[in-house]
T-cell receptor
């Protein structure tokens, strides 16, 4: 089967750095994606890692270690607007199907 | 300009009714999906279509029937609605495993 684990909640202050971890068990693993979802909104794509290493996109970076079945999303210079739910999603060889983790609620405090 | 659009945005209906949700994407993607997000925000895949062909059906009750008239459209019809069907339903599309584009969601409330 497919399963992903990520923390349910994380709290940090404005300007800080926060890391959201994700471990996965996915047969036919292709890559790991991250999505952001604000309350009442739709998930929006942040990043995708197919290979080991770090991908950087502005204040957000994502890391993957295939050997450890582990990845993380790093958010730097946190802003209040970063308060949202963050989902990791593992893509499998099953027609590109992605299984989502249960989400991490990030609360950024002043 | 909307990439993935789904209608309606809100749907309130009585138990036992039949309803449909429509989805269209203008991104030229080959694959479209329906996901269900429950009150705990868990996102679960329901169906996936690739070029109008059903490729994933994730243990969804037969009351749910997707239809894809062409690769830009994937509709979801639900028969005999039950209270437990209340959720937000998201349509999404992709060209590969690297990332989905989601529609804005349809909040279904069954009363």
């Amino acid at each position: 089967g497919q399963s992903l684990e990520q923390p349910s909640e994380v709290t940090a202050v404005e300007g800080a750095i926060v890391q959201i971890n994700c471990t996965y068990q996915t047969s036919g693993f292709y890559g790991l994606s991250w999505y952001q979802q604000h309350d009442g909104g739709a998930p929006t794509f942040l990043s995708y890692n197919a290979l080991d290493g770090l991908e950087e996109t502005g204040r957000f970076s994502s890391f993957l270690s295939r050997s450890d079945s582990y990845g993380y999303l790093l958010l730097q210079e946190l802003q209040m607007k970063d308060s949202a739910s963050y989902f990791c999603a593992a893509a499998s060889s099953n027609a590109g199907k992605s299984t989502f983790g249960d989400g991490t609620t990030l609360t950024v405090k002043p | 300009d909307t990439a993935v659009s789904q209608t309606p945005k809100y749907l309130v209906t009585q138990m036992g009714n039949d309803k449909s949700i429509k989805c269209e994407q203008n991104l030229g993607h080959d694959t479209m999906y329906w996901y269900k997000q429950d009150s705990k925000k868990f996102l679960k895949i329901m169906f996936s279509y690739n070029n109008k062909e059903l490729i994933i059906n994730e243990t969804v009750p037969n009351r749910f029937s997707p239809k894809s008239p062409d690769k830009a459209h994937l509709n979801l019809h639900i028969n005999s609605l039950e209270l437990g069907d209340s959720a937000v339903y998201f349509c999404a599309s992709s060209s590969g495993p690297e990332g989905y584009t989601f529609g804005s969601g349809t909040r279904l409330t069954v009363v």
